[in-house]
């Protein structure tokens, strides 16, 4: 007998509306722009690697300690939205946020966001992906979230954010226009059952 997956489970779920004022994402990225700026890799890990024909965007990691309210908020929105539309156990804030930055022309091609230990069965293993739009959306043209399992994208509003179990094909669509700036996080636990 093949379990059945609960009627009220899903594996994406957006915000009802924004976790951050435009205010607060403005401080946001101000703390992503204080960090030290890295070419974003593709592959993850020791292994990552700088490949422009898959990614183009740059990113900075935003310390726990930072920015310690931000955290509170998004790991509250993760219990709830893991509680009301996931089901996974054991998920917690396993990872700093990235912040990034997709100039016009940036881009992240296809990719699921398997974490290194995921991959060869350590813990913590990836389980939900979140991304946030800091951006206002007139800021920009371009850039959506889609994901492969049925073409949708996202359009999010700013300070909004779509959360996504990990092991969804997804991408960021060039931008076109201005510049997408977004907060990324990664949520993991123990390995699926």
Partial sequence: M????????????????????????????N????????QAKVGGGKDGR????????????IPFKKMPEMYKVIENQLSIVNLNHFGF?????TEPAQFTEYPKGGFYDWH????????SGEHPIRKISMTCLLSDPSEFKGGDLAFDDNKSKITLQQGQAVFFA?????RVEPVKKGVRRSLVMWFGGPPFK
């Avoid at 093949?2 to 435009?22: E, R």
């Avoid at 992503?32 to 700026?37: C, T």
């Avoid at 156990?89 to 804030?93: A, M, S």
Wanted: charged share 20%.
């Fill in 89 to 93: 156990d054991g998920v917690r804030l």
């Fill in 166 to 170: 990990s092991f969804m094909k997804h």
């Fill in 112 to 119: 699921m966001d398997l974490n290194p230990f995921g991959a």
């Fill in 2 to 29: 093949t379990p059945l997956m609960p009627k009220w489970q899903s594996y994406v779920a957006t915000t009802t509306s924004p976790m951050f004022t435009p205010e607060q994402c403005k401080l946001i990225i």
């Fill in 50 to 61: 700088s490949d422009t024909k898959k990614r183009i965007t740059t990113i900075s990691w």
């Fill in 31 to 38: 703390a992503g722009h204080k960090q030290k700026p890295e």
